[in-house]
């Protein structure tokens, strides 16, 4: 299993239909993958914003 370390690469699973993101793989999903952690919070800024929920 590959490590993810404080500098990435930060990931995260969405399905934009269901209005749900994941932190983990999930089928269906389409990974999303940041190499800044600062960019990374802003997407999980942005998808809060849009309602989305997190699993």
Do not use: N
């Not at 993810?4 to 994941?22: H, L, Q, Y």
């Not at 269906?28 to 699993?55: A, I, N, P």
């Amino acid at each position: 299993m590959e490590q993810v370390t404080a500098a990435g690469p930060w990931r995260m699973w969405v399905c934009p239909e269901r209005k749900i993101v994941s932190f983990h793989p999930e089928a269906g999903f389409r990974l999303l993958e940041f190499r800044s952690r600062e960019l990374f919070l802003r997407c999980v800024d942005r998808y809060t914003g849009e309602k989305y929920r997190y699993q």
